[in-house]
């Protein structure tokens, strides 16, 4: 069971970056994958996540509400975090993580048990 994350970058205030988490030894259907992110002299936080498939939901942190969108793509075995109107608050290095079996609400790193390497979001002008 294997995690990559990429799709990080530089973007300027109120533009957009896909991440992408590709999932490898494992498929979508029955694994919850989970973004989380952590900012220089921050604790790691959840910013979203999408639950296996027979627990469904999907759960996104207050402040990326409206603007991140988490999806999975089964064809590719890959996730995604769409992030629209990105702001400088939104800088960080973004992990994803997964954990079979898992309804994704009021969720906690310690839930998960696979990372994989993480990727860096820089929001500045």
């Known amino acids: 069971v294997q995690l990559q994350a990429s799709g990080g970058g530089l973007v300027q205030p109120g533009g957009s970056l896909r991440l992408s988490c590709a999932a490898s030894?494992?498929?979508?259907?029955?694994?919850?994958i989970a973004w989380f992110r952590q900012a220089p002299g921050k604790e790691r936080e959840a910013v979203s996540c999408?639950?296996?498939?027979?627990?469904?939901?999907?759960y996104y942190t207050d402040s990326v509400k409206g603007r991140f969108t988490i999806s999975k793509d089964y064809a590719k075995n890959t996730v995604y975090l769409q992030m629209n109107s990105l702001k400088p608050e939104d800088t960080a290095v973004y992990y994803c993580a997964t954990r079979a079996h898992l309804r994704c609400s009021g969720i906690a790193q310690e839930d998960f048990g696979v990372w994989g390497r993480g990727t860096q979001v820089t929001v500045s002008s």
């Open positions: 999408v639950s296996s498939d027979s627990d469904g939901g999907t």
């Open positions: 030894g494992f498929t979508l259907n029955y694994y919850a």
